[in-house]
């Protein structure tokens, strides 16, 4: 059944789509959750430790929404403040230090755009995150299972292969601030969705991910089973490479190169 782009952004924010831990939960074996950035405090909008994946271990960090109305409260709607950000650098650079791969995890409409946020340094955060996570020495992949919003998302997301699920979307702003911005009327969302290429067949097209994961089956047993037969497989390729910095930078340098730009 084809999906126009809005359609795409409602079944990414669907309250009953699996959520980071769901992901964790059933396809990791021994998770061993870690918490708190050594600066400020403990963000659970990102969850983020050890385990094994396929026998093989590794580091997970995952953006988590929460299901229910208390949940989706104590982790902010998965919108991660500075200290989640710092928590998961923190996780990464320990993973380097120990040779484990890296597998992300993004659902988020955006980082948090609080006052306290600002105030504690949330795009030096980010930031930080881009430059670190483009020159670590372990092979990354990271997958975006719902929303991908903006440099909220992007944190996460420097990445050696980066995978999207069939109805998960991935932009530089959501549609309705998108139309916000343009035309003053948020009711323009289905319109600036479809301006916005950020549909996961559109991110593929653009050279931005590299595969996309059929929902098939979601949320069962099948559905887990098959996704961590591909992430055992694209791991253990990714582990016999000696150049992953190079080839990670060079894969970020070609985003754009030959775009269009129509006046």
């Known amino acids: ?40 405090a403990d963000d659970p909008a990102i969850v983020g430790g050890i385990a094994k994946l396929d026998g093989m271990p590794v580091t997970v960090i995952a953006m988590e929404k929460g299901h229910t109305a208390k949940e989706r409260t104590r982790r902010n709607f998965g919108a991660p403040n500075p200290e989640g950000y710092r928590k998961a650098l923190r996780l990464m650079k320990q993973a380097e230090k120990f040779g484990r791969p890296i597998i992300c995890f993004i659902d988020t409409s955006g980082a948090c755009c609080g006052v306290g946020a600002e105030e ?11 430059m670190e996570m483009s020159t670590l020495c372990v092979p990354i992949i990271s997958l975006l299972i719902g929303e991908g919003g903006s440099g909220g998302a992007l944190a996460l997301a420097v990445a050696d292969r980066v995978w999207m699920l069939q109805n998960a979307v991935y932009s530089v702003i959501s549609p309705e601030g998108c139309a916000s911005i343009l035309w003053k009327d948020a009711a323009q969302a289905p319109t600036a969705a479809e301006s916005l290429k950020i549909t996961a067949e559109d991110a593929k097209s653009l050279g931005i991910v590299e595969r996309i994961i059929s929902e098939t089956e979601m949320g069962e047993k099948p559905f887990y089973d098959r996704l961590r037969g591909l992430l055992t497989e694209e791991m253990k390729e990714l582990s016999r490479d000696e150049d992953l910095v190079g080839k990670r930078y060079d894969r970020f340098r070609r985003l754009g190169v030959g775009a269009v730009v129509k006046e």
């Open 120 to 130: 504690r340094g949330q795009g030096q955060a980010i930031a930080e995150n881009l």
């Open 1 to 40: 059944m084809s999906r126009n782009a809005y359609e795409r952004v409602k079944l990414a924010r669907d309250n009953n789509r699996p959520t980071g831990l769901d992901y964790i939960r059933h396809i990791f074996e021994g998770f061993l959750e870690f918490h708190g950035d050594r600066r400020f």
